[in-house]
């Protein structure tokens, strides 16, 4: 009799491998017997901690369930970023936290600081091509539309984002994040840089899936947010609905040919009532984000041709409060589209040192983009009227009027008894049409191969980069006369055409801003070269990355090294010395000469004929200066450790990372209002500690299958000078502990968005053969001592009894100073829940069901707000649903 044969299971850095082991005694079995090869099972690999070299250890690399389960519910692919080491992206001492209609339905990306650096100052990457607005995501004016009662200002370009194209999170194949150690390979940035990666077209079969979720103000849970905890104004908490829809459809065309195309399409409506004047009407706000992509992939004897494009169309619309019939339509629209060729140069093989299996990857692309602000069906005229309940007069003679029943039929009088003359003001009219932006054309090639002991890589990019910035004439209609202005007069004449003058009312004041189209342009070259080389335990690599750019003229070389000693396989240490230069900066250029807003003035004579306008000084306009500057810089430091556990065969990674900036961008103390100046005096600095630990489990269970569990712990410390290169170092001062500082001064000593411990984990299971999928997402803040606004102000004088005294002669006497405390913020955490379950499947595909939960408990940490808007967003629900064919 045959002895049976058996599997032996093994399981081995997180690769099961089953082999047949068979019986020595094989004389009795059949003639036809097959042995079977091995079969290796490969479990999922989430997360991995570490790119393709020995040196990435400032990489992180997130695929598949990770992605979903670190995704918000609208799938904005940033939010994927959130609780990364090294990421920053709120303010935990934000004290005025509260929201409104607006924030609710704001779609864009989440902007956010990686190792120290300024929001704007990341590199992001989509398949392959920077997606970045040099054109600059923040302007000086101080206007946002988020405000329930804002009135904005007229310079102000809305919904700026240093993001040209928003990426959905269900689209990603895979998302590198490189907070540093980073290559030579990426340049322009002083942050980090995120490379997000698109599903490729697949030849194998055609698929595809659609979805559908929502999420709304009946699934959110507000939290008041103020001091006490009280709703002084009764202010409701907002209403708002958003929804996701997205479609993908893969179609092979032939073996080696296929095609795929996205549609995803975000929304959200709010409303609001305005007030009382314009009869409580209710002004119904929106946005809607379209994302489009199609991508040809054609394998050819050749190499692999890949054409495709990538498009955002993001509108917000927000209506004034105080207003009749005022909007601003933001609009955002981003295009990035390449041919890109892959190919093998099997030509290219040097044996003396090693040089073979080189690999070319070549890209021709543009990109376009633009922020318009869209001012309504009245957009470069506005204008205020009063109206009046019926009136009498008996000076100079007596006369009697009411206003005309057109402006009475939207602009309502308060109730009055008798002849009073009660009166309101109104308004009516756009904000002015509005446009920056930018378009990219380039070419970028890399070529990799073996050489010597490692490899090679070297390549370059070329851009040319034509930013602008331009506005409509703008008139803005204030401050009128009525028949009740002297000298009084039964009725005006007024001069032909113009729709601000009737009978009984006149524009006596208008502001004019004019039209202005501000335009320029920069050739940039990008260019790097590299070895990674590994001799035994020991292993290097070494390369330089170059630009040069002609707005400012400056070439610069950043060198970056990293040395790896491995004593195991298992086990490596890691020290870097790294350089990053960002030189995209021409958004003081298409600011310079943008023009003041000019006053013109006019009065009647006592026969009531309106005069000529008459304008009051001469044209300004604003002056952005930025001559004579290096490009800023960041020198970083890093050292750590990468370790795979021997008993559970888990990665365990634990670094430590400082940076200085150096020549960094900050407006001049001499600046003013309408001159400002660009320096290099700058500074920055960063440091970090983490450790980060990730796993995943293969278990044969027979209903729990999968366990994936991820953790950090982040250690970190952020100094500035600013906080954005339109701050001002001078004008903005704080008192501290009885000391006068500028902004930049106390930035320094007390650190930006600070949050000195933070922790995260994620675990990510799977059930009953992939039929459910379950993932918890926890944040932890510790708690900290730090400093916080007190929304009081002083003015520090000479005087021992002012509530804030400096000696004679300080800077900052007479100045009006913000009051900052010391405040110990409470431990925080946030957790969210996402679940997922297949409720249907069939051969020709499947349904699942799914369910998000932000925020599960509740917790909006140390946020306040005020009692304007005094309600925080909580934990929030997401319920949706996807079909897959």
């Known amino acids: 009799m045959a002895k049976a044969s058996v599997c032996l299971l093994v399981t081995i850095g997180g690769i099961v491998s089953i082999s047949p082991v068979m019986a020595q005694d094989t004389t009795t079995a059949p003639a036809n017997a097959t042995i079977l090869d091995n079969i290796i099972v490969k479990l999922p690999n989430w997360l991995r901690l570490g790119g393709k070299g020995k040196s990435d250890i400032g990489t992180t690399i997130l695929e598949g369930e990770l992605i979903t389960n670190k995704a918000s519910g609208l799938g904005d692919a940033n939010s994927i970023l959130r609780n990364l080491p090294n990421v920053q992206y709120q303010n935990d001492s934000d004290n005025d936290a509260g929201v409104d209609g607006q924030d609710m339905i704001n779609l864009r990306p989440q902007e956010m600081s990686i190792s120290g650096g300024k929001v704007y100052e990341n590199n992001f990457i989509l398949n392959g091509i920077g997606i970045n607005n040099v054109t600059g995501s923040q302007d000086p004016f101080g206007g946002t539309l988020g405000s329930y009662e804002n009135t904005p200002n007229i310079n102000e370009v809305f919904g700026l984002h240093s993001q040209t194209v928003f990426v959905p999170a269900e689209f990603l194949d895979n998302v590198s994040v490189m907070d540093s150690n980073v290559s030579a390979r990426y340049g322009q940035f002083q942050g980090g840089v995120v490379e997000y990666t698109l599903a490729k077209p697949k030849t194998d079969k055609v698929t595809g899936s659609v979805s559908y979720g929502f999420e709304s103000d009946s699934t959110t849970s507000y939290v008041l947010g103020t001091e006490d905890g009280l709703n002084p104004q009764n202010t409701p ?3 708002f609905y958003r929804y996701k ?20 399409r975000s929304g959200a409506d709010t409303n609001k009532v305005k007030d009382y004047r314009y009869y409580g009407l209710e002004a119904e706000e929106f946005s809607e984000n379209n994302f489009y992509r199609l991508s040809s992939r054609h394998d050819t004897d050749f190499g692999v041709f890949t054409l495709e494009g990538s498009y955002t169309d993001y509108e917000q619309e927000w209506d004034g409060y105080f207003y009749r019939d005022t909007q601003i339509m933001s609009q955002s629209k981003g295009l990035t589209s390449q041919l890109q060729w892959e190919n093998d140069l099997d030509a290219i093989v040097f044996e003396p040192f090693g040089v073979k299996d080189v690999k070319i990857d070549a890209r021709a692309y543009f990109n376009k983009s633009r922020t318009v602000n869209d001012g309504g069906a009245n957009e470069t005229l506005y204008r205020t009227v009063w109206a009046r309940s019926a009136v009498s007069n008996t000076n100079p003679a007596t006369w009697f009027y009411s206003t005309d029943p057109s402006i009475l039929s939207w602009c309502q009088v308060p109730l009055a008894s008798g002849l009073t003359g009660t009166s309101q003001l109104c308004r009516e009219g756009g904000y002015g049409n509005k ?10 090639a890399d070529i990799d ?15 040319k980069t034509d930013a602008y910035r331009q506005a409509d004439q703008y008139t803005l209609n204030s401050s009128n006369y009525t028949l009740l202005n002297t000298p009084l007069v039964s009725s005006f004449t007024c001069p032909a055409g113009d729709a601000s003058c009737s009978y009984e009312q006149y524009t006596r004041i208008k502001t004019v801003t004019p039209a202005y189209h501000n335009k320029t342009s920069i050739n940039s070259l990008d260019a790097y070269a590299e070895v990674d080389q590994t001799w035994d335990w020991f292993n290097i690599r070494a390369g330089v990355h170059a630009s040069y750019e002609d707005f400012f003229g400056n070439l610069n070389f950043a060198p970056r090294l990293t040395a790896t000693i491995s004593p195991t396989e298992d086990f490596s240490i890691i020290g870097g010395f790294n350089r990053y230069y960002n030189a995209n900066a021409v ?25 000529d306008w008459v304008g009051t000084g001469t044209q300004r306009y604003y002056s952005f200066l930025g001559d004579d500057l290096v490009t800023p810089y960041v020198d970083e430091f890093t050292a750590g450790i990468d370790w795979n556990d021997p008993w559970f065969d888990g990665e365990l990674r634990i670094r430590y990372l400082n940076r200085h900036g150096k020549d960094q961008y900050l407006k001049s103390v001499d600046s003013t209002s309408s001159v400002m100046t660009l320096t290099n005096e700058g500074k920055s600095a960063f440091q970090s500690a983490t450790i980060e630990y990730g796993k995943t489990w293969g278990l044969q269970n027979a209903n729990l299958e999968t366990v994936g569990l991820f953790g950090s712990l982040t250690w970190s410390k952020r100094k500035s000078t600013s906080n954005g290169y339109f701050d001002d170092p001078s004008d903005t001062r704080i008192w501290y502990n009885d000391q006068s500082y500028g902004l930049g001064d106390f930035e320094m000593v007390q650190g930006n968005m600070d949050i000195p411990i933070k922790g995260s984990l994620d675990l990510v299971t799977s059930w009953f053969d992939d039929k459910f999928k379950f993932g918890v997402t926890g944040n932890v803040i510790l708690p900290y001592d730090g400093v916080r606004k007190t929304d009081t102000t002083c003015t520090p004088s000479v005087s021992l009894t002012a509530a804030c005294h400096l000696p004679a002669g300080s800077e900052g006497l007479g100045m009006v100073h913000e009051i900052r405390e010391d405040y110990r913020f409470r431990t925080a955490v946030t957790v969210d829940l996402n679940a997922k379950y297949r409720a249907f499947e069939s051969k020709y595909g499947s349904l699942d ?17 005020k009692p304007a808007q005094p309600w925080v967003p909580g934990r929030m629900v997401w319920l949706g649903a996807k079909a897959t064919f």
């Open 587 to 611: 958004y003081y250029a298409i600011r310079n000469n943008q023009p003041f807003a000019r006053a013109y003035s006019r009065s009647h004579n006592a026969s009531g004929v309106v005069s």
């Open 435 to 444: 446009a920056q932006g930018q378009e990219e054309k380039g070419f970028k």
């Open 245 to 264: 829809t997205s479609a993908t459809v893969n179609v092979p065309i032939t073996d080696n040919w296929a095609v795929i195309g996205q549609y995803s």
């Open 849 to 865: 069901l799914e369910m998000r939960v932000q925020n599960a408990f509740n917790d909006v940490g140390n946020r306040n707000a």
């Open 449 to 463: 191969g073996d050489f010597l002991a490692g490899t090679f890589s070297t390549g370059f990019d070329y851009r």
């Open 237 to 239: 908490p907002p209403e």
